[in-house]
T-cell receptor, first 111, second 116 residues
Framework: GNSVTQMEGPVTLSEEAFLTINCTYTATGYPSLFWYVQYPGEGLQLLLKATKADDKGSNKGFEATYRKETTSFHLEKGSVQVSDSAVYFCALMDSSYKLIFGSGTRLLVRP | DTEVTQTPKHLVMGMTNKKSLKCEQHMGHRAMYWYKQKAKKPPELMFVYSYEKLSINESVPSRFSPECPNSSLLNLHLHALQPEDSALYLC???????????????FGPGTRLTVL
C-alpha cells in the first residue's frame, strides 16, 4: 500500500544551522505531497505542498521539491530559528483521497 | 482565510458521560474530516463528510458518533468512552470532496480529550 517514511528524530540544531528532514514515499500513480508542522499543544498547519513532479513548494523559508525519480520530498531551510522548533509531518494524498502521514520528525532548535 | 475552529480546547469526561466536540469552518469547504492523534503519533483518519453526507468511516467504534448538521459545522458526539480514547481530536476541511487529489486539508487546533 501507499506509505510515507520520514527520518527518525529528534533533530537538534543550533540557531542559523541548515535543516534537512528526509521524506520518501511509496505510492502508485502521482500523489500530491505535503509538509505539515505541529507546534507544541497545537493542531497541524500546512507548511507547503507540491502536486506534480519537479514542483517546488515553499513557505516561510522552507522548501521541498517533488522528486519522482527518487520518490522523495525532503524539507529544507537555510537558517533555522528557535521558533521553528516543532514536529514536522510529511504526507501524501493518494487516489483514495486520504492523507497518509509519515511518523513525524521532531525538530529542536537551540539558541 | 483558512481557519477551522474547534471547541472546546480541552475536555475531561468520565466513562459514563456524554459530550460533544464541535468544529466550524466558513471557507465554503464541502468536505470535513475528524482525526484522532495520540501522543507522538501522526493523525489517524476517523470520518469523512462530503456534501454533509458521511462518505468514509474508518471502522470507528460506535461510541463515537459524527454529525454534519450543515456545510459549515461538524460535530463528534461521545458516549461511554474508554481511557484509551484520550487523545487530541482534530477537525479538518477541504474545498472539494477530494475528487481532485491535489486538494489541501486545513486543520483546526484540536480538542484535547481526557477520559477518566
Amino acid at each position: 500500500g501507499n506509505s510515507v517514511t520520514q527520518m527518525e528524530g529528534p533533530v537538534t540544531l543550533s540557531e542559523e544551522a541548515f535543516l534537512t528532514i528526509n521524506c520518501t514515499y511509496t505510492a502508485t500513480g502521482y500523489p500530491s505531497l505535503f509538509w505539515y508542522v505541529q507546534y507544541p499543544g497545537e493542531g497541524l498547519q500546512l507548511l507547503l505542498k507540491a502536486t506534480k513532479a519537479d514542483d517546488k513548494g515553499s513557505n516561510k523559508g522552507f522548501e521541498a521539491t517533488y522528486r519522482k525519480e527518487t520518490t522523495s520530498f525532503h524539507l529544507e531551510k537555510g537558517s533555522v530559528q528557535v521558533s521553528d522548533s516543532a514536529v514536522y509531518f510529511c504526507a501524501l494524498m493518494d487516489s483514495s483521497y486520504k492523507l497518509i502521514f509519515g511518523s513525524g520528525t521532531r525538530l529542536l532548535v537551540r539558541p | 482565510d483558512t481557519e477551522v475552529t474547534q471547541t472546546p480546547k480541552h475536555l475531561v469526561m468520565g466513562m459514563t458521560n456524554k459530550k460533544s466536540l464541535k468544529c466550524e469552518q466558513h471557507m465554503g469547504h464541502r468536505a470535513m474530516y475528524w482525526y484522532k492523534q495520540k501522543a507522538k503519533k501522526p493523525p489517524e483518519l476517523m470520518f469523512v463528510y462530503s456534501y454533509e453526507k458521511l462518505s468514509i468511516n474508518e471502522s470507528v467504534p460506535s461510541r463515537f458518533s459524527p454529525e454534519c448538521p450543515n456545510s459549515s459545522l461538524l460535530n463528534l458526539h461521545l458516549h461511554a468512552l474508554q481511557p484509551e480514547d484520550s487523545a487530541l481530536y482534530l477537525c479538518a476541511s477541504s474545498q472539494t470532496p477530494a475528487n481532485e487529489y491535489t486538494d489541501t486539508q486545513y486543520f483546526g487546533p484540536g480538542t484535547r480529550l481526557t477520559v477518566l
